[in-house]
């Protein structure tokens, strides 16, 4: 049976990464790409996201663009790691038009698509998460029509990326996170900030992926060259946990998606967000002891089949 995806990003690379991962699943459907503000502005995050499916040869698949900011607050961009534009401010003279982004906006075409598709959609959302808020404040029924519910993004250990202890994606809309994480009572699977950096692959890898000797590993290594070195940089090396590695955030979210044996471990709590601490806005709360009275329960991944995972990722540059 063929899955059937929705993707929600921000496009920077490892969302590139997961993009190219899902496309290169032999059972997957990718059904649309939604586009909101986050690594960068959402009119870059649109041109990223065709670029993308332009080196796939997929821009048949539709590309909508959402929200700008925040619900609250000004935005925030992630410009350090992935490049002022997002993909590593690598030209792209041959990079596709605009005009290929859909007229519909990210959130109508979300709900159509899911409403069309009753119990069958699995959204995968690798970016703030305004998109999904705005979506289920109009439609209160999505959640209860989605197979499943991939995010990458909060954290469990409050090690902050962004703040002292928030992790990019919720931190760039709390609010936003705090509606999804209470509001989608379906099922729901977090790759957060802490366990991606566990899950590292070696740099030895990451050099073999890039040499690979394809159109698409070609493509990535130019938009990457960025992010790594600044992966080797004073101030992203303050940031990971558990030492230096490569870290593809995004992708992890969506190998979950993709095959459901990639999971091997995962703790399984009610989860919100905090949204008034000075030093704790947008870090994400695990609720151990049921002290929220919250039924719905997250599934927190703790370990995947890292042997798996480079398979998926070799094979998306392939």
């Known amino acids: ?40 502005t959402v009119e870059n995050v649109c041109r990223n996201t065709l670029r993308v499916l332009q080196a796939c040869d997929r821009l048949e698949i539709p590309v909508f663009k ?5 619900l609250v ?19 792209d003279p041959n990079a596709p038009s605009a005009d290929l982004v859909q007229e519909e906006s990210a959130v109508m075409a979300m709900i159509r698509i899911v409403n069309e598709n009753p119990g069958e959609v699995s959204l995968v959302a690798t970016a703030p998460l305004t998109n999904l808020a705005l979506a289920v404040r109009l439609d209160p ?6 197979r499943g519910l991939y995010i990458m993004g909060g954290n469990t250990e409050s090690r902050g990326n962004t703040t002292a202890c928030g ?33 590292k692959l070696s740099w030895e890898f990451c050099d073999t992926w890039l040499a690979q000797p ?19 940089g004073k101030r992203v090396q303050k940031e990971l946990v558990g030492g230096s590695g490569f870290v593809s955030c995004d992708s992890y979210a969506m190998a979950a998606a993709v095959d459901e044996t990639f999971v091997i471990e995962s703790d399984c709590y009610p989860v919100s967000v905090e949204l008034t601490g000075m030093h704790t806005r947008g870090m994400m709360v695990v609720d151990t002891r049921g002290i929220l009275n919250k039924t719905h329960k997250a599934l927190i991944m ?6 798996k995972f480079k398979e998926m990722m070799m094979a998306a540059l392939k």
């Open 1 to 40: 049976m063929r899955k059937k995806l929705l993707v929600d990003v921000d496009c920077g690379v490892d969302d590139a990464q997961a993009i190219m991962l899902a496309l290169a699943a032999p059972n997957v459907d990718l059904l649309g790409v939604t586009c909101v503000h986050g690594n960068t």
């Open 66 to 70: 959402g929200a700008a900011k925040p």
């Open 73 to 91: 607050g000004n935005s925030i961009n992630s410009g350090h790691f992935h490049g002022l534009d997002g993909l590593g401010d690598a030209p």
């Open 141 to 146: 029924s999505l959640p209860s029509k989605l």
């Open 167 to 199: 992790e990019f994606n919720f931190t760039a809309d709390p609010e936003a996170a705090y509606i999804v994480l209470n509001d989608y009572c379906c099922p729901t699977y977090l790759a957060c900030w802490e366990f991606t950096c566990y899950s």
């Open 214 to 232: 394809t159109a698409k590993a070609r493509f990535m290594a130019r938009i990457s060259r960025h992010s790594i070195e600044a992966s080797l």
């Open 302 to 307: 703790k370990k995947v089949d890292l042997e």
